[in-house]
């Protein structure tokens, strides 16, 4: 048996592209270091968004609903 040595190919998540999974690879699960911040990229500026927006609304409502009740 000797598979332990066959390097095995898998497809880069974000362009499909085959790539050696190796320890040598430091972009693995991905092709390449661009493909690697793309999906990183894509991943911050979501959780950016998520967890950004509702507490500056929760704030901003709180603000709100004290100046309606004082009939600013
Ligand atoms: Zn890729």
Redesign the pocket.
């Known amino acids: 048996m000797s598979n332990e040595n066959q390097t095995p190919i898998v497809p ?6 085959r ?1 050696y999974w190796t320890s040598d690879n430091p972009w693995r699960p ?3 270091k ?2 690697k911040m793309i999906d990183l990229g894509a991943w911050a500026d979501e959780s950016h968004r998520i967890a950004g927006e509702p507490a500056m609304d929760d704030a901003s409502l709180d603000e709100l609903m004290n100046r309606i009740e004082r009939g600013d």
């Open positions: 880069c998540p974000q362009c499909g592209k790539l991905f092709c390449s661009r493909c």
